[in-house]
């Protein structure tokens, strides 16, 4: 009963590099979310896919940021030319039926920009 | 946007104590979860609870959409209650709470 899988857990990268973190959802949903949570602080929405669709990318940084939920395989969450701003845990959350249903969190990627 | 404040920020409690939380919302709402963060970062959804009330375990919920608000009720609280209660609602996408940071002792 594999539940959100996430990887990698921990990701370091130097200023200006890419990251790439990706999320398989749960069995049966199709509907991906990415959110940022800072030290001390709640989360913040960035994107909601379905497969090879994005529904909602209101909370993207409009800059460096991308994400992708192709046909086959995890979704993609991408970040050009990192920062040390962009230092946080990214959180990767599945649905069954969209916004109007339970959503199921994987344990987060661990994101520092040295 | 929808605007959501959990209440109190903070709480201390020995273990077997009762506690409830807050979370009031300032507009409509379709979707209203709760959420427990423990001290290792892991999400779980905790209810899923648009309106009236739900039960598992230890833990009820609460909500009185026409009023725009929830509660979480605890019982009997255990050290493993210990971690970060959000609450996050939508007419759309979900918003979070800053969140309730609950610690129980043994």
């Known amino acids: 009963n594999a539940g959100v899988m996430q990887n990698p857990r921990h990701l370091v990268r130097r200023r200006g590099q890419e990251a790439r973190l990706r999320c398989s959802p749960m069995?049966?949903?199709?509907?991906v979310y990415w959110y940022r949570q800072l030290p001390e602080e709640g989360l913040k929405f960035m994107v909601y896919?379905?497969?090879?669709?994005?529904?909602?990318e209101s909370g993207m940084p409009k800059e460096r940021f991308s994400a992708e939920f192709p046909k086959e395989g995890p979704s993609i969450l991408r970040i050009q030319q990192v920062v040390r701003g962009d230092s946080a845990a990214y959180f990767c959350?599945?649905?069954?039926?969209?916004?109007?249903?339970?959503?199921?969190f994987g344990n987060g990627t661990r994101l520092t920009v040295t | 946007g929808i605007q959501v404040e959990q209440s109190p920020p903070d709480l201390i409690l020995q273990e077997g104590a009762n506690s409830t939380l807050r979370c009031n919302f300032s507009?409509?709402?379709?979707?209203l979860q709760w959420f427990h963060q423990n001290p290792w970062g892991q999400l779980i959804n905790l209810f899923y609870?648009?309106?009236g009330t739900k039960q598992n375990g230890r833990l009820s919920a609460t909500t009185v959409a026409t009023e725009r608000y929830s509660l979480l009720y605890i019982s009997s609280s255990q050290t493993t209650d210990s971690g970060v209660y959000f609450c996050?609602?939508?007419?759309?996408?979900?918003?979070f709470g800053q969140g309730t940071i609950l610690t129980v002792h043994p």
């Open positions: 609870i648009p309106s």
């Open positions: 507009d409509s709402v379709n979707n």
């Open positions: 896919l379905q497969k090879e669709n994005i529904i909602d």
């Open positions: 069995k049966g949903h199709s509907h």
């Open positions: 996050a609602v939508s007419y759309g996408k979900l918003t």
């Open positions: 959350a599945s649905s069954p039926l969209g916004n109007n249903s339970p959503l199921h």
